[in-house]
């Protein structure tokens, strides 16, 4: 027996109290990788902006990096340490578009103790987090890349970070929110298995080789042609490429993000169509960010065509001719933004407005974007397959609505959609949800503007996938005489 000094007592109580304290918590930590002057190391001076106090460029982006770190640490639960290394790099851009941003999972592990599903993929930090033992203790966790261009000329010109905390960042890219976005697919918001090959991660090179295995999300989605999971080894990787590309054909079947999805949910926004054998029924629709919003029971009237006389003549680019007031304006995307097409159908006197997707594509259908405040009448996409049905089988009545029988970024089963449009979109397909999802989310596909630096349904993904799994205490005994 080794006799214990009070001062050592006292280290270990005050270790003990810290544990305690940690529990339900998790400590992520930024590995700057930036060379001297860049990025994170940027000397620019700088005036501190919506609640961070940094005085240069590379202080406000470590700042925010730090503030992030810590809100998915107070969401999660490890007593693993998460390391994030990171990077300001120059990302694909031009004038008009820009990659934020990128993060990926460093390494992944499988059949470690605690782990919910056998034969399964999972990425390290919730892999660690379950085996309470970091399992590569060399290696950091994720890699995460930011686009050091943005706001200059060739890379959205216009644009440009904002390090606030406050989300005023105005016509700027809210750099918390990205943050908060691409750590969630490092922590466990993503697929291991190739959405264009369908073919399941494995290691050849390993000795012994590491066979095909599905990830810990595969098996929460679902193909709802063939009804199986993507973790389904019966699942061809045919049938997974094709579900990718299935729009409202993908769906997450997690018992807690789908109950988050029925709880917060908005009523979906649909388009009824009546008194036409053919293509009557309701149709998934876009909505757009300017006009009002749809509601229930909406706006009904009799769909015509619009002819603005000029070819393309249903485009509704210029003033229309002939048209029918009181009826829904059917138009064409294409040639001019979609609040000319809008100005152009209210002055004439439609009480709504349907646009026709002009690309092959799959439902939902994306929104309609543009500003005008002037536009006063409920505008929507339709696919382009739905709206080619419709216009060949008018007249008929639409009606421009939501519907509590459907929720927004749901399907009719009351799962979330996964983002799964048609052509494939690498980078974005499958690990996001998809954007028709209202109030926006988190992961979905793009950062809009009314995020709130919430977790919302990611922590509920996080949940289904083993986040918050109880695993074993260790059990500490201290002996003192
Ligand atoms: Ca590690
Ligand atoms: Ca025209
Ligand atoms: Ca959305």
Redesign the pocket.
Same mark, same amino acid.
């Given at each position: 027996m080794t006799r214990t000094t009070p001062r050592l007592v006292l280290a270990i109580l005050v270790m003990a109290l810290v544990a305690a304290t940690a529990q339900g918590a998790a400590t992520i930590v930024i590995i700057n990788n930036d060379p001297a002057g860049v990025g994170f190391n940027d000397p620019t001076p700088a005036a501190p902006v919506g609640g961070n106090p940094g005085t240069t460029i590379g202080q406000q982006r470590l700042n925010v990096f730090n503030q992030a770190a810590s809100i998915w640490g107070a969401a999660l639960d490890s007593t693993v340490t998460i390391?994030v290394q990171a990077t300001w790099e120059a990302l694909t851009c031009d004038a008009s578009s820009a990659v934020l941003g990128s993060c990926g999972a460093l390494a992944v592990d499988f059949d470690f103790a605690n782990a919910p599903f056998t034969s399964t993929w999972y990425l390290?930090a919730l892999a %660690?987090r379950l085996a309470t033992t +970091?399992l +590569?203790?060399?290696? %950091? +966790?994720m890699r995460a890349r930011f686009n050091v261009n943005l706001g200059s000329p060739t890379c959205l010109a216009g644009s440009g970070w904002y390090y606030g905390f406050d989300g005023n960042e105005g016509a700027l890219i809210d750099f918390l929110a990205v943050l908060l976005h691409e750590m969630g697919h490092g922590l466990g918001f993503a697929t291991t298995t190739s959405g264009t090959s369908g073919v399941w991660l494995s290691d050849p090179t390993a000795i012994p080789p590491i066979p095909p295995m599905p990830s810990a999300y595969d098996h929460f989605l679902l193909d709802g042609t063939t009804g199986l999971l993507w973790s389904d080894p019966t699942e061809t990787n045919p049938q997974r490429v094709a579900s990718a590309i299935t729009g409202v054909g993908l769906t997450w079947t997690g018992a807690n993000a789908d109950a988050y999805g029925v709880a917060n949910m908005d009523d979906a926004p649909q388009l009824v169509v009546s008194g036409d054998g053919a293509a009557n029924g309701s149709y998934y629709v876009g909505t757009a960010s300017f006009g009002p919003p749809l509601s229930s029971p909406g706006v009904t009237a009799m769909m015509e065509v619009a002819n603005d006389g000029t070819a393309p003549n249903s485009d509704a680019c210029t003033a229309l001719t002939g048209f029918t007031a009181g009826r829904l304006c059917v138009v064409d995307r294409g040639t001019c933004t979609f609040v000319i097409k809008a100005a152009n159908c209210q002055t004439a006197g439609a009480v709504g407005m349907i646009v026709v997707e002009n690309a092959a594509g799959v439902p939902p259908p994306a929104g309609l974007g543009g500003t005008d405040p002037s536009i006063t009448i409920p505008a929507v996409r339709v696919t382009l397959s739905d709206g080619t049905l419709i216009k060949a089988n008018l007249p008929a009545t639409g009606n421009l609505s939501t519907t509590a029988t459907r929720l927004a970024g749901m399907n009719v089963s009351g799962r979330m959609l996964m983002y799964a449009p048609s052509p494939y979109q690498s980078g974005s397909s499958v690990s996001h949800w998809d954007t028709s999802a209202s109030p926006n989310l988190l992961m979905e596909p793009a950062i809009n503007a009314d995020l709130n630096h919430t977790l919302d349904a990611t922590l509920e993904l996080f949940r289904d996938i083993g986040w918050f799994v109880p695993v074993p205490v260790e059990l500490m005994f201290l002996e003192i005489e």
């Open positions: 390391n390290i %660690n +970091d +590569d203790p060399t290696g %950091n +966790d």
